[in-house]
């Protein structure tokens, strides 16, 4: 059993009540015997304590104090449990590898607390241009639905940006399932989503990262005007046109529409054109 607590604002805290939400949760984090799972934020357990007796090790992160002081006798009995009181944000991997007998997490499956998903994604993915270099095998976490559309968004959609680039060179992104605000207590003005990443090699390399980053900020910077114009200030309009048409990439495209795999080329050939971030 787990225990009710009251919630706290400032940290996010939704609980999870739905049993098809945590059964779709587990289902998606396809729980291995071998598996070593990081939680962030588990909140009164009720996820903890549904995967604790099908994996090898769990490692649990809790901010908030009373709430670890009673995770820690919830689950005194399970040896495959471990318990971090801290801010995710501030851990470094070798602390979380630590706390895991000496090795790292292989999969990470999390409600986690919605003011700080991006932060979030960053640590568990890294960035472009420096990516996690310990990738996990797969990351369910419950989302907003705003953002889970924006990770997994194809180009075209309107709900791509310069996020959905960013994430997708990371990891393959998908939505699991919808999740309406009743599913949890209280339930939150927003509707989430569940999804999954699997972190993976993006299979064009770009050479220069810092660039591709710079070209996204440039890229993405005004969402209206066609990408031609938002990177004027890193390329003048008669080479880019010229760069786009070896790419054949349409000359009044919006940075909406490009693929991940488009970005990376148009980063590339802009370096081997001398251009640099
Ligand atoms: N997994 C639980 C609780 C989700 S609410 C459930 O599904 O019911 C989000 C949880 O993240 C809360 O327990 C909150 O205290 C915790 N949290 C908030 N900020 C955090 C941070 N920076 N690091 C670790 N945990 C955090």
């Given amino acids: ?8 604002k400032r940290f996010g ?18 729980l291995q015997a071998s598996d070593r799972i990081l939680e962030i934020g588990p909140g009164t357990g009720i996820l903890t304590q549904r995967m604790l007796p099908q994996v090898a090790e769990l490692l649990a992160i809790e901010i908030d104090r009373d709430l670890s002081r009673r995770l820690r006798p919830q689950f005194a009995d399970a040896a495959n449990f471990q318990l971090i009181e ?11 590898a630590a706390a895991m007998s000496g090795d790292f997490p292989n999969k990470v499956v999390a409600n986690i607390p919605y003011y700080i998903t991006g932060p979030i994604l960053e640590k568990l993915l890294g ?16 989302v907003q639905q705003e953002i889970a559309d924006r990770l997994c968004a194809a180009p075209g959609s309107r709900a791509t940006g310069s996020l ?22 209280p ?17 064009q390399v770009a050479t220069d990262p810092d660039l591709l980053e710079r070209l996204l900020k440039l890229g993405f910077g005004s969402k209206r005007k066609m990408l031609r114009n938002n990177l004027s ?3 003048e309009r008669s080479p880019l046109l010229a760069l786009l048409a070896t790419l054949e990439i349409a000359e009044n495209v919006r940075a909406e529409d490009l693929s991940v795999t488009d970005w990376v080329a148009l980063s590339n050939k802009m370096l081997e054109e001398g251009y640099s971030s």
């Fill in 1 to 8: 059993m787990t225990f009710s607590a009251k919630t706290r």
């Fill in 13 to 30: 805290q939704h609980w999870l009540k739905s049993e098809s939400v945590l059964a779709n949760i587990i289902a998606a984090a396809e």
């Fill in 86 to 96: 801290g801010d995710i944000l501030q851990l470094g991997w070798p602390q979380v």
């Fill in 127 to 142: 960035t472009i241009a420096a990516p996690n270099p310990q990738p996990f095998d797969s990351i369910v976490l419950l």
């Fill in 164 to 185: 959905t680039v960013k994430v997708q060179y990371l990891a393959d992104c998908e939505i699991i399932c919808p999740v309406p605000p009743k599913a949890f207590q």
């Fill in 187 to 203: 339930p939150p003005k927003v509707m989430s989503a569940v999804i999954r990443l699997r972190p993976r090699p993006f299979p």
């Fill in 233 to 235: 200030a890193l390329i």
